[in-house]
């Protein structure tokens, strides 16, 4: 009896062993096969490209208004609304020695006086790109492409008369540089461009307009719309921020000369922006361009031409901000 018991027990035991073992091996089989799958999956969906960490990119965006009204106001004075607006945009990559940075500005404004017609006193489009490769710890062989233009027609106003001076892509500017570039950090860089083309495109046929933007009479006699040159320049870069931040500046110099015709002469271009941030969302802004081009020939009250000279615009604005 007790042997018939112990037969019994022993081969259930056994029964129990090769049942678990087969039941395990299957679930095992399956579990491996799950965690090829999902190994597959993964594989199949990178989360993220590496290169995403390289970017850097931003910008900021500014609207400024004010208001005047008169009424009976004996010391005199016109009624005026005026409405700024700037956009500041840049994308930058870097990957070991190679770094390609992007920028771009547009401002426009609109000033309105009395019962008179709404006219610009700000339109600018400012965009830039620049690739290189390092060469030693600060300095970069680099290529860089600089454009410049307005976005709508601008006038000239006088008591008997009103004359358009320019339009959309009349003119515009077009720089493409190679050189070195020296950049000691983000903050600095002074490119310097012994090969440097400057192009002034003028999309309207209108003589006033092609002479405004310095096209020669023999050109204009032509019928031609645009006007090359090449020469050699530099461009000094300088942006950042202090005072934790409240206080951002950005300035940009561009200096050319042409080789082929009166290369003694130096055409000159400055932008300069400073930013108070007075709270998190108000800031006060200072802008200032400066342009001296020798081709530009100024005129007088007269209508009399009476060459070039320093050309100077300057904002002060205080209106509403947003980083991003």
């Known amino acids: 009896m007790q042997v018939k018991v112990f037969k019994y027990i022993a081969f259930c035991i056994g029964f129990s062993v090769i049942f678990t073992g087969l039941y395990g091996q299957s679930d095992s089989d399956k579990a491996i096969r799950e965690a090829k799958t999902q190994t597959a999956n993964i594989a199949s969906k ?11 990119k931003g910008g900021s965006v500014a609207l400024n208004f004010s208001q005047t009204y008169l009424s009976n106001w004996s010391a005199g004075g016109e009624p005026m609304i005026a409405f700024n607006s700037t956009l500041n945009l840049f994308a930058n990559y870097k990957k070991n020695k190679f770094i390609w940075e992007n920028y771009a500005f547009f401002a426009y404004g609109l000033v309105k006086k009395d019962d008179r017609k709404a006219t610009k006193n700000d339109d600018q489009i400012n965009v830039s790109s620049r690739v290189g490769y390092q060469m030693s710890k600060n300095w970069y062989y680099t290529a860089s492409v600089l454009g410049k233009t307005q976005f709508t027609s601008g006038y000239k106003y006088s008591s008997t008369d009103t004359v ?14 190679l050189g070195l570039d020296y950049k000691p950090n983000d903050k600095f860089s002074a490119l310097i461009s012994p090969l440097m083309g400057k192009g002034t495109f003028v999309r309207s046929d209108n003589e006033i307009v092609k002479r405004s933007a310095g096209l020669t009479d023999d050109l204009i006699a032509d019928g031609k719309k645009s006007r090359y040159e090449f020469g050699g320049g530099m461009i000094f870069l300088l942006k950042g921020d202090t005072f934790a931040k409240r206080v951002t500046y950005y300035s940009q110099l561009e200096l050319f000369t042409n080789y082929l015709k009166n290369p003694q002469n130096v055409d000159v271009s400055w932008d300069f922006q400073l930013r108070f941030a007075l709270t998190k969302f108000i800031s006060a802004n200072l802008r200032l361009n400066m342009v001296y081009d020798d081709d530009q020939k100024a005129t007088d009250s007269s209508g009399n031409v009476i060459g070039p000279k320093l050309q100077v615009k300057e904002y002060f604005e205080i209106g509403v901000f947003y980083n991003f």
């Open 46 to 56: 990178p989360e993220k490209l590496p290169d995403t960490l390289n970017w850097k």
């Open 164 to 177: 358009r001076i320019s339009d959309f892509f009349a003119p515009a500017y077009l720089y493409v540089s």
